[in-house]
């Protein structure tokens, strides 16, 4: 199994909402991101989780709360969106969390939120 | 700090032209890695290449072919006979230490039948 999942595909939220994004692989890697998308923008980092640790948080708003529960899975808990901050919400995983050898990151097809 | 600069906004061709798309990038690291995605309209990053900063060899993957070269410090991507379906939004990456992957602005590459 050589691929990312993401649960929802599309997810529209009004900004009173609380809403969780699903990320999953079963490549045993022991990285994962969370990148936001703008439209026709490159992806911006979010979060990095090593070792089911949060490693990297690039200053993203407290509105969005990553967690990993296992090795396996990580989720984005929004709350209290507001309408920028609608966006496709990449998730991506990768072997080494050293960030050096062999590091590809396997990306998932995203979830595009909506926020009313 | 590093920085990816893909200079080309948008660039259009006609179908089975060729089209380079262009990759500079900035780093002080010694080791690093550099990569190329496609994103089609569907939104998927898709994988196309990954080099480290070691490895200057060119390479060719069907109709894609890659030219690194560190004294330039650039990374081009090359799309012989182009095709509609190659019609996405093509990011250069790198990667050093740190774990973090910084993408380039994106090039929108629109091939017309």
């Known amino acids: 199994d050589t691929e990312v999942t993401q649960t929802p595909k599309h997810l529209v939220m009004g900004m009173t909402n609380k809403k969780s994004l699903k990320c999953e692989q079963h490549?045993?890697?022991?990285?994962m991101y969370w990148y936001k998308q703008k439209a026709k923008k490159p992806p911006e980092l979010m979060f990095v989780y090593s070792y089911e640790k949060l490693s990297i948080n690039e200053s993203v708003p407290s509105r969005f709360s990553p967690e990993c529960p296992n090795s396996s899975l990580l989720n984005l808990h929004l709350h209290a969106l507001q309408p920028e901050d609608s966006a496709l919400y990449l998730c991506?995983?990768?072997?080494?969390?050293?960030?050096?050898?062999?590091?590809?990151?396997?990306f998932g097809p995203g979830t595009r939120l909506t926020v009313l | 700090a590093q920085k990816v600069t893909q200079a080309q906004t948008e660039i259009s061709v006609v179908e089975k032209e060729d089209v380079t798309l262009d990759c500079v990038y900035e780093?002080?690291?010694?080791?690093?890695?550099l990569f190329w995605y496609k994103q089609p309209p569907s939104g998927e990053l898709v994988f196309l290449i990954r080099?480290?900063?070691?490895?200057?060899q060119n390479e060719i993957s069907g109709r894609y072919s890659w030219n690194f070269q560190k004294s330039t410090s650039s990374f081009n991507f090359t799309i012989t006979a182009s095709q509609v379906v190659d019609s996405a939004i093509y990011f250069c990456a790198l990667e050093g230490y740190g774990n973090k992957l910084v993408f380039g602005a994106g090039t929108i590459l629109r091939v017309k039948s």
């Open positions: 780093t002080r690291d010694t080791t690093y890695y």
């Open positions: 991506a995983s990768s072997q080494d969390p050293t960030g050096l050898a062999d590091n590809e990151q396997f």
């Open positions: 490549m045993g890697h022991r990285a």
């Open positions: 080099r480290n900063s070691f490895d200057e």
